[in-house]
């Protein structure tokens, strides 16, 4: 479970000052015609929650630098663990990480190369971390793209139904399978998917995400990592679709009794179409947010199951580095990782704006 | 003049409350799925507490373990033993006390700090308010692994820093909680009454609005302990664990580390892992029926 999107509640950002904001509304804002212009509602809108965004990443930015740099302790010390060194050579060290400057110095230091894309050299690879990152986010994205889509697309399908026919057998035993499955730790989870269909059934691979020995050409590669994509994809999917099925059942039951459906229903249309093009465009609207909120565990959702599965993504890359330790790394994948979700945040409002009325005319 | 007669307002008050508690406990009975959960959570507790009496300490010892290594189960070793010889079952049973330790004090913790910034920042506004607002949203956005993970790397690994860094990252879901049930609470005609005779803030807050507000933390709060005991065997898992106890996550922590799935020990994997399974779903259909019981919203739905 906690492999799980983040929780819903953060999608309810509300607009609270919009009310205040109409009062204080100057006559710039109303053309010639003596009509509200309409684009500034949403500039005002944006500019907010634009605003609030950067506000959350300086916030990360500075309590990254104050986690790993300052609770942390000296670095030089883990670097320098087992062999003896001379001062001379720890100032030398000190100096090359920019240790010898003012505290200031080395905050403003940080924040400039974090924003220029600077983000320092591994101690473990002794390589731009820049690098390291653009070369493992792609298999992260497969893993946990493949796995949000199937979760969500499996959530909805049977949240709808369920929902539909609250109380039957499909909806019990959905519900029953859901909470089982979603209460399992996904470590675990996939230990035993490993231990299953890899080490008894020898269906699929144990781990990784290709075999030495594929011919290099596209399709042979494309059809290997397919292979060794199987099992973590099951294992991620498993573990987040009930979250996504018990939102869409209780946005189904919220609709149910409505009085727009009975009107369908009196038109004389079938219970599918009554269902279909009645009731879950309405009970998407709250959901399809959560799915933009969701989008920021793309980048980081997976760490459990990368690491089962030793699949060579961001989160195995962040979980090697805390043993290591590779601090640099770390405050990096951090930084990043926190971003993507405000990031995401910041989208499934704007998003929110487009797709309910009910916040533009307030 | 007896307080019973004249009904004296404790004396009412505690009728009042023994009422709505009776009433609370009908509707939480008449939930199926709540009872079972209940019964399940009941029978794993009862374990945990009896443990020690069951079990000698000892069974946990590295040096004196008698069995064979990762031997599957036999009359001697129900569910066969770890890569010392040690007995699964005991391990298992044994790691239930620290797994369940450290899910409830964390959500403790975490439901304590909540219900005050909850409390206060809906009752007092302003820029505390607006402050406090802000921060608990910042944290509910942060990736809570990866905030845990981060921290428990730079802090060392003890289990009352993990204790500290899961009550940290599941703060702010109750801090929202509380803040809009304190400004509906807010809203209502008695605590206009409250403040017209005078009632000072802390009277308002403890006597008027935590009444009001404590059920439905009452109910997060069993949905928080299975997300707390669920974080507490990954980080475990990952090796992030207080290396001096046994609990479930560091049982599996220790079976990836020395082979068991290449070894196909599934008695290994097993015992531990369904553990988790079965507390973190007992705790889910408690807190799934308290809800329903106390929050007016979902009343009405299975």
């Known amino acids: 479970m906690t492999d799980a999107p983040p929780p819903a509640d953060g999608a309810s950002t509300e607009a609270p000052s919009a009310g205040r904001a109409q009062s204080r509304r100057s006559p710039r804002d109303v053309n010639e015609h003596g009509e509200r212009r309409v684009s500034s509602g949403f500039g005002r809108y944006l500019l907010k929650h634009a605003g609030g965004a950067a506000v959350s990443l300086l916030l990360v930015l500075f309590s990254s630098f104050f986690i790993f740099r300052l609770i942390a302790g000296d670095p030089i010390d883990q670097l320098t663990k087992e062999r003896p060194v001379s001062p001379e050579q720890r100032a030398a060290m000190r100096a090359e990480l920019g240790l010898d400057q003012p505290l200031w110095q080395q905050f403003w230091d940080y924040i400039a190369g974090t924003l220029t894309m600077d983000l320092g050299e591994s101690f473990q690879y002794r390589r731009p971390i820049f690098d390291l990152i653009v ?8 893993l946990s793209g493949t796995g949000m889509v199937l979760a969500v697309v499996l959530g909805f399908w ?40 890899a080490r008894y059934l020898g269906l699929f691979p144990v781990n990784g995400m290709r075999s030495p020995s594929t011919p290099p050409d596209f399709w042979s590669q494309a059809v290997d990592i397919g292979y060794h994509l199987v099992l973590p994809v099951l294992t991620y999917t498993a573990v987040v679709y009930a979250g996504y099925l018990m939102i ?29 093009k009645h009731a879950v465009p309405n009970a998407l609207l709250p959901t399809v947010t959560l799915v933009f909120l969701a989008l920021g565990s793309v980048v980081n959702g997976s760490i459990v199951t990368e690491t089962v599965f030793s699949w060579p993504g961001l989160g195995t890359l962040f979980v090697n580095s805390i043993f290591y330790p590779d601090r640099p790394v770390l405050q990096a994948l951090f ?26 005319r307030s | 003049m007896t307080a019973t007669n004249a009904l004296s307002p404790r004396a009412l008050r505690r009728a009042r409350r023994r009422q709505s508690l009776s009433r609370s406990w009908a509707a939480y009975r008449s939930q199926k799925t709540g009872m079972w959960g209940l019964v399940l959570l009941g029978a794993i507790v009862v374990l945990a507490i009896a443990t020690p009496v069951l079990i000698d300490a000892s069974a946990l010892s590295v040096t004196q ?22 007995s699964v ?147 475990a898992w990952l090796g992030l664990g207080d290396p001096g106890v046994v609990s ?16 196909h020990a599934w008695w290994y994997l097993l015992p531990p892992g369904l553990a988790i399974l079965l507390v973190v779903l007992a705790f889910m259909l408690c807190g799934r029926a308290l809800e329903a019981v106390f929050n007016p919203r979902l009343r009405g739905e299975s």
């Not at chain 1, 139904?161 to 675990?188: C, E, I, M, N």
């Not at chain 1, 971003?339 to 797709?355: G, M």
């Not at chain 2, 239930?96 to 409390?119: C, F, H, P, Y």
């Open chain 1, 135 to 142: 070369e493992r986010l792609p298999a992260t994205l497969l």
């Open chain 1, 158 to 197: 049977i949240g709808t139904r369920s929902g539909w026919k609250q109380g039957s057998r499909f909806d019990r035993g959905h519900v029953a399978t859901g909470l089982v499955l979603y209460s399992a730790p996904t470590f675990w989870l996939g230990m035993i998917v490993i231990l299953v269909f």
């Open chain 1, 248 to 276: 869409m059942r209780s946005s189904i039951l919220d609709e149910i009794g409505s009085d727009y459906l009975t009107t369908a229903r009196a038109k004389g249309l079938r219970d599918d179409e009554v269902r279909q």
């Open chain 1, 335 to 360: 930084v990043l990782f926190s971003s993507s979700t405000i990031l995401a945040v910041l989208c499934a409002e704007i998003l929110y704006w487009f797709i309910d009325p009910r916040i533009r």
């Open chain 2, 65 to 86: 373990a008698t069995g064979g290594r990762m031997a599957p189960p036999s009359a001697e070793y129900p569910l066969g033993t770890d890569e010392t010889g040690r």
């Open chain 2, 89 to 235: 079952l005991a391990l298992t049973l044994w790691g239930s006390r620290l797994s369940l330790v450290i899910g409830l004090t964390a959500t403790v913790v975490a439901i304590v700090i909540g219900t005050a910034v909850g409390v206060t920042s809906g009752h007092i506004g302003g820029w505390y308010g607006w402050i406090a607002l802000r921060l608990s949203d910042w944290f509910m956005v942060l990736p809570s692994l990866v905030v845990a993970i981060a921290l428990l790397a730079v802090l060392g690994r003890s289990m009352a820093t993990t204790i500290t860094v899961i009550a940290l990252v599941s703060w702010p879901g109750t801090t929202r909680l509380v803040r809009a049930q304190t400004l509906t609470v807010q809203s209502r005609p008695y605590l206009e009454r409250a403040k017209a005779l005078g009632a000072g803030h802390w009277h308002q807050m403890t006597k008027h609005i935590l009444p009001n507000v404590l059920p439905l933390v009452l109910a997060s709060a069993t949905l928080l302990v299975p997300s707390a005991i669920l974080m507490e065997s990954s980080l």
């Open chain 2, 248 to 263: 479930w996550g560091s049982i599996l922590n220790r079976a990836s580390e020395n082979g068991a799935v290449s070894a």
